[in-house]
T-cell receptor, first 114, second 113 residues
Framework: DGGITQSPKYLFRKEGQNVTLSCEQN?????MYWYRQDPGQGLRLIYY???????QKGDIAEGYSVSREKKESFPLTVTSAQKNPTAFYLC?????????????FGQGTRLTVV | AQSVTQLDSQVPVFEEAPVELRCNYS??????LFWYVQYPNQGLQLLLK??????LVESINGFEAEFNKSQTSFHLRKPSVHISDTAEYFC???????????FGKGTTLSVSS
């Protein structure tokens, strides 16, 4: 089955540690996205990539980093510089980078800083 | 810059009652609008979208939304809700560059019997 896989589903991190969230898609989509979801805040865009080896900052990129070395993979690293990393993280992909195409979402990773 | 306002954070209704979830947007470019649904601890699923053409769009499970350019609205409606419609609903608009989606803060629909 085609889709987007995020792993792990739950992740615990100690303060001061970096952690990487995985996102893999087998839909052959060019564009991939990372969103952060907090209660009552909706989804906020962290980073997006329209093509391999290229990515752009979204609205809340500070404290995060990404890479896009392969078309199917778009990992997100939450660094120790992110002041409030506890949140639900959602990865998405779409056929192209244009906003008129449907975005498909993964099941999310819930990150908790302990 | 584009933005989305969902006017109600929570909407409680009884089963078989009609419901309307309100969404207003601001945009200075061509508009593409979407409604997504999220069940607890899951990702988002596309419910319906407006790209062009008919201003009334429908989903396969009975929801519909109408694009109203003069009122900059894209309200979601269903004439008769089911318990299974209980979820969080997000309205989204394309960003100015046309490269990503901007989401509203969501509306929690709670359907009770």
């Amino acid at each position: 089955d085609g889709g987007i896989t995020q792993s792990p589903k739950y992740l615990f991190r100690k303060e001061g540690q970096n952690v990487t969230l995985s996102c893999e898609q087998n839909l052959n989509h060019d564009a991939m996205y990372w969103y952060r979801q907090d209660p009552g805040q909706g989804l906020r865009l962290i980073y997006y990539s329209q093509i391999v080896n290229d990515f752009q900052k979204g609205d809340i990129a500070e404290g995060y980093s990404v890479s896009r070395e392969k078309k199917e993979s778009f990992p997100l690293t939450v660094t120790s510089a992110q002041k409030n990393p506890t949140a639900f993280y959602l990865c998405a992909s779409s056929i192209s980078g244009m906003g008129n195409t449907e975005a498909f979402f993964g099941q999310g990773t819930r990150l908790t800083v302990v | 810059a584009q933005s989305v306002t969902q006017l109600d954070s929570q909407v409680p209704v009884f089963e078989e009652a009609p419901v309307e979830l309100r969404c207003n947007y601001s945009s200075s470019v061509s508009v593409y609008l979407f409604w997504y649904v999220q069940y607890p601890n899951q990702g988002l699923q596309l419910l319906l979208k407006y790209l062009s053409g008919s201003t009334l769009v429908e989903s396969i499970n009975g929801f519909e939304a109408e694009f109203n350019k003069s009122q900059t609205s894209f309200h979601l409606r269903k004439p008769s809700v089911h318990i299974s419609d209980t979820a969080e609903y997000f309205c989204a608009v394309t960003n100015q560059a046309g490269t990503a989606l901007i989401f509203g803060k969501g509306t929690t629909l709670s359907v009770s019997s």
